[in-house]
Nanobody, 121 residues
Framework: QVQLVESGGGLVQAGGSLRLSCAASGTIFSINAMGWYRQAPGKQRELVATISSGGRTNYADSVKGRFTISRDNAKKTVYLQMNSLKPEDTAVYYC???????????????WGQGTQVTVSS
């Protein structure tokens, strides 16, 4: 059974920094793209950043230049370094991974349980 476990959320003042981590565990053959999404109260879940297995990154315009996504393939872990945080970054942040549990299995989407990030003004 695959699990994605996030950590690193919390309360921070505007202008501060946080680093989120998400570790994948369980029966995993390979991990393709990994990413972070967020959902603020009353809003739809939105993409924050993604990273391919080869390290190619993609960011939402709202976080470009402030957030950095990275991954450690050996540890099956993806990170999100968030700098210059703003109150509008307040949301539940979810980790996502597209992975195969065994060879020839379909690539399937998995989600973490979410971690709260609150930025005070």
């Amino acid at each position: 059974q695959v699990q994605l476990v996030e950590s690193g959320g919390g309360l921070v003042q505007a202008g501060g920094s946080l680093r989120l981590s998400c570790a994948a565990s369980g029966t995993i053959f390979s991990i393709n793209a990994m990413g972070w999404y967020r959902q603020a109260p009353g809003k739809q879940r939105e993409l924050v950043a993604t990273i391919s297995s080869g390290g190619r990154t993609n960011y939402a315009d709202s976080v470009k230049g402030r957030f950095t996504i990275s991954r450690d393939n050996a540890k099956k872990t993806v990170y999100l370094q968030m700098n210059s945080l703003k109150p509008e970054d307040t949301a539940v942040y979810y980790c996502n991974a597209d992975l195969q549990v065994v060879l020839y299995a379909p690539v399937t989407d998995y989600w973490g349980q979410g971690t709260q990030v609150t930025v005070s003004s």
